[in-house]
């Protein structure tokens, strides 16, 4: 699929410019690094320490997930990790574990294939495979989180009765703005196909759809505005359907560093998703 645009979806160059900023994290934050690589070696600790259980959930090298246990019976929650479909892998996101199972809350962070070796569609399709497998196992529809397009494909799962609820940090609800960047060279988003992926126009979870209909979006502070507009665009529409959305701002922290209440087992986040856990 090319990135061909429409003539009515042609922008300006200003305006091209202003997205290229708003949606290009590595390029806004330039500290950046040194937060990868912490995640990284935090994840390796995290590992070495707790030696999950490796599950696999499809037939490539990357559709694994590790699985932290709190023990029989205890809820579920999947973490969907970012990077625009093209870049991080799930040994970079071990480290979001200890603090949930410090709540008896077990955690799976399973990883996918990049583009664009395959697309975004395909990737969203495993994510089902992964959330499947969790649900097989336990029983039970789990809780989703992701981060950037991690809280796009925690979405989808929702929207589609695969948990019981989402929490989304820094999410990518409405794809067409990112098929005007650079990141789309990768991805090989045409406007249709966009649309098409984009949870913010799929079937909303409410009373009658099979699952839960609670949806968190939390962003950073010092995110860009479309990141910060992008959650609060989300709530309102699935809100104002039926869904349960909950919209939080996080002072202080941009795209990176929002992640960190992760770590954190008392943090606002971890508590939030601890009881989105639990929650009927």
């Not at 937060?35 to 696999?56: C, F, Q, Y």
């Not at 709530?235 to 104002?240: D, H, I, M, N, R």
Request: aromatic share 8%; with cysteine; hydrophobic share 40%.
């Amino acid at each position: 699929m090319g990135k061909a645009l429409s003539p009515e979806a042609t922008l300006t160059n200003e305006r091209t410019a202003e997205l290229e900023a708003a949606y290009n994290n590595r390029a806004r934050v330039p500290g950046h690094p040194a937060v990868l690589d912490r995640w990284r070696k935090d994840s390796l600790r995290v590992i070495d320490a707790r030696r999950p259980e490796t599950l696999e959930y499809g037939p490539s090298e990357r559709q694994k997930m590790e699985w932290f246990d709190a023990g029989a019976g205890a809820p579920v929650a999947v973490f969907m990790h970012g990077g625009y479909w093209q870049a991080l892998d799930r040994g970079w996101f071990a480290w979001v574990a200890p603090a949930l199972l410090e709540h008896g809350i077990s955690v799976a962070v399973p990883g996918y294939d990049l583009a664009p070796a395959v697309s975004p569609g395909k990737i969203i399709g495993q994510m089902r495979e992964a959330t499947e497998l969790v649900r097989a196992r336990t029983g039970k529809r789990p809780l989703v989180f992701g981060h950037s397009v991690g809280g796009c494909m925690a979405a989808c799962m929702l929207s589609e009765g695969r948990a019981r609820a989402a929490l989304a940090i820094s999410g990518v609800f409405d794809l067409e703005p990112v098929t005007h960047t650079s990141l789309n060279d990768a991805l090989g988003l045409d406007l249709l196909t966009a649309r098409a992926l984009s949870p913010i126009y799929w079937p909303v979870p409410n009373g009658s759809t099979p699952g839960g209909k609670a949806l968190d979006c939390w962003v950073g502070g010092e995110e860009s505005n479309e990141f910060v507009r992008q959650s609060r665009h989300m709530a309102a529409e699935w809100g104002g359907k039926g869904a349960d959305t909950h919209v939080e701002i996080m002072e202080g922290l941009n795209h990176f560093t929002a992640l960190d209440p992760l770590a954190d087992k008392d943090s606002a986040m971890v508590r939030r998703l601890a009881a989105l856990a639990v929650a009927e």
